[in-house]
């Protein structure tokens, strides 16, 4: 039975009665933190962007959020994903590849939002994608060879679509080989100065995923085998993997691997947040930033390679590179003792005090910190000032970590805070009641209406 096929009955086999409480509890923490980032994207230009383009296509299928737009399950997703990735706010995962599982949330409401499907049903298309997904972000590497983490998010959506949309495990696995033999994306995404596309690549991938199961519940046939043929997935893109599909979450072994997913508790890379921390805690060492003549950061390869690549790191010109620059990062936090969405604005990357300081900072691999990769994400930092002292501090780990995992009331206050702007506390508490409520959910506008944009005017007035 080849890899496609494998993965295919697991989507199509595992029950909703398979699926603990404990698991079902993470994709509820994942949902809210999901529709978090969410509002803090209502106003990005690539969310408008997609919403002028669903715009063009109404339907009454699926929604797009903060808007009352009703379109396609493709385009929905589309828009919704990007929401959910824009501010590189939500959650992540490290294995051989990194990815962020909680990029087929949106994309699996707007499949169960078009066919009925009930929130329980919902909640178990998500486990499968998270399944899916994280397993062969563990199997293999992609951006070492020029590929891009989401053709990982091409195969869990599709498998989790063709779930939501009652296929059978033929249908799923044509649906694979077709979403991920026609939509390859090349790690250029993510490589010098970012674009727009950076926080697009993943809804795309979603976008394409679900027409790909559409295709196959027509009939549509994809090449095949995708991953093992001669010009497969693993000759053409990865090279041979193991895929222990045996190995996913059930009820028999209990380890669903949403459970092992990262959060955040700053809207930036996932990899330099220890980095973060530590120059939070060296701010409050240090009596006067203006004084510092030294940065070093000691790091990964893997954060040397990605996070300080290039020239582009050291002076970020769009939002898109900043979040992805270890230098920046770093130099913002001992300036602001924190990283917000404000942190990225034009008039911060322009700040000469940053500027200043990203000249002073020097990146290099330490190999210790390598070898805890990617279990620890860790990053050390010493400070050394004018006067010749030195001040270091090393994280291992930090909050959102397996080690501390955000709690609710962590996920409900990151909730509210984004909102804020946005809707007031009765429309945020409608929201949060929903959610605790998921499994048994059998209609979502209620949560669409729930996030709809309310006038500055009474959104305030409720803050007050």
């Known amino acids: ?96 590849e990194p990815g962020h599982p909680s990029d087929s949330i949106p994309a699996c409401l707007a499949v169960a939002e078009a066919e009925g499907a009930t929130g329980s ?36 959506m599709a498998a989790a679509a063709a779930r939501l949309m009652k296929l059978d495990e033929a249908q799923t696995e044509q649906a694979i080989n077709i979403a991920l033999s026609a939509h390859i994306a090349m790690r250029q995404v993510r490589s010098g100065s970012l674009s727009d596309w950076k926080g697009c690549s993943a809804a795309n991938a979603a976008r394409n995923a679900i027409f790909a199961a559409t295709l196959a519940r027509h009939g549509m046939t994809g090449p095949s085998p995708v991953f093992e043929g001669e010009m497969g997935f693993f000759k053409q893109v990865t090279g041979a993997f193991e895929l222990d599909v045996d190995g996913f979450g059930s009820r028999e072994n209990g380890q669903f691997a949403i459970l092992r997913s990262l959060t955040k508790t700053f809207p930036t890379n996932g990899e330099l947040h220890t980095a973060v921390w ?31 690549d290039s ?53 290099s691999e330490d190999a210790a910190l390598t070898k805890l990769f990617p279990k620890h994400l860790a990053n050390r930092l010493t400070v050394t000032l004018a006067s010749g002292e030195e001040f270091s501090s090393e994280r291992i780990s930090g909050p959102g970590s397996l080690e501390t995992p955000m709690t609710d009331t962590d996920f409900e206050r990151k909730f509210r805070r984004m909102a804020a702007p946005h809707i007031g506390r009765v429309a945020q508490g409608r929201v949060l009641e929903f959610v605790s409520d998921l499994a048994k959910q059998r209609d979502f506008q209620p949560l669409f209406e729930a996030m709809s944009r309310e006038p500055a005017s009474d959104a305030a007035r409720e803050q007050a």
Request: net charge neutral; hydrophobic share 45%; aromatic share 6%.
């Open 1 to 96: 039975m080849n890899l496609a096929r494998r993965i295919a009955r697991y989507a199509c086999a595992l029950s909703i009665d398979d699926v603990p409480e404990q698991v079902n509890a993470r994709v509820q923490q994942r949902f809210v933190d999901s529709l978090a980032c969410i509002l803090g994207a209502y106003d990005a230009g690539p969310v408008r962007t997609a919403v002028a383009v669903a715009s063009g296509t109404p339907q009454p299928s699926s929604t797009v959020f903060g808007t009352g737009l009703r379109t396609t399950p493709e385009l929905a997703a589309f828009a919704n994903g990007i929401m959910v990735r824009f501010l590189d706010y939500n959650d992540g995962y490290m294995g051989r």
């Open 311 to 363: 020239p582009e790191k050291w002076r970020p010109l769009t939002r898109e590179t900043a979040d992805h620059s270890l230098p920046y990062n770093v130099a913002r936090a001992l300036l602001d003792g924190d990283i917000t969405i404000e942190s990225y604005t034009a008039q911060r990357m322009a700040d000469p005090r940053a500027i200043a300081l990203m000249s002073k900072t020097t990146v």
């Open 121 to 156: 049903e919902l909640m178990a298309a998500i486990v499968v994608a998270y399944e899916i997904q994280m397993g062969l972000q563990d199997a293999a590497s992609l951006n070492k060879r020029g590929w891009d983490h989401v053709n990982y998010v091409n195969v869990a």
């Open 278 to 308: 530590a120059a939070i805690d060296l701010r409050s060492k240090i009596p006067d930033i203006d004084t510092i003549a030294a940065i070093r950061v000691e790091t990964s390869e893997f954060n040397l390679r990605v996070l300080a």
